[in-house]
């Protein structure tokens, strides 16, 4: 029996894979589309097992779709704006901006390595004016027709980490990042008009058959 060697036979593939464009997806296409897309990772360090289990679990379903005959969109990108790639170049004294783009050059070796089939062309980093561009412009969309605007509303604080923080993110009143504890403050931010549109949104949950009861609930 031939001995599995990784660091070759992976290798060997992964660059025949790259050269042929396998995991590219084409405008243009017969085959029925089909989207795949995992959260990006914050390039404030390397790649953990946890990205390696969310990231993997996507694999496989974009793998299927493509066997099963769809044309699969399947992009990575890298969330790279926030306190999170902040707060880590503070730490080890470098950049901002030379922080992140050594992250997101060694997460992407990282990706590629693992063998995952993402249709590297279309990779988006949040940090890239060519991306932010249109978040701006769509920002400015919402304030021009009465969709964004400014009050003042409590918000979860780390002093530690000088952020704001999601729910999610405060575990037993500290910080999921530092475990400092976490104020409540009142803070001047912007806010989008979702409410304007709660009829339209509980109308069209008839529209999502495959949803849990209790996250539609």
Known sequence: MEKYIPQEIEKKWQEIWRQEHRDGCKNEDARPP??????????????????????????????????????????????AFG???????????????????????????QQRELGLSYDWDREVATCHKEYYKWTQWIFELF??????????????????????????????????????????????????KITDYADRLLDDLKLLPGWPERVKT
Not at 38 to 56: D, I, K
Not at 89 to 101: D, L, Q, R, S, V
Request: aromatic letters at 14%.
């Open 143 to 192: 304030y021009k027709r009465g969709l964004a605007y400014r009050k003042e509303a409590k918000v979860n604080w780390c002093e530690h980490c000088n952020t704001v923080l999601a729910n999610e993110q405060v575990i037993d009143g500290t910080c999921w990042r530092c475990d400092q504890p976490v104020v409540k403050k009142d803070l001047k931010q912007w806010f989008f």
């Open 34 to 79: 089909y989207y795949v897309l995992e959260m990006f990772p914050y390039p404030s360090g390397n790649l953990h097992m946890g990205h390696v289990r969310n990231y993997t679990i996507g694999d496989v379903m974009a793998r299927y779709r493509r066997m099963k005959g769809f044309n699969v969109l399947h992009p990575m990108g890298y969330d």
């Open 83 to 109: 306190m999170p790639a902040e707060n880590a170049a503070i730490k080890h004294n470098i950049p901002p901006a030379e922080w992140t783009y050594k992250n997101i050059e060694n997460m992407t070796r």
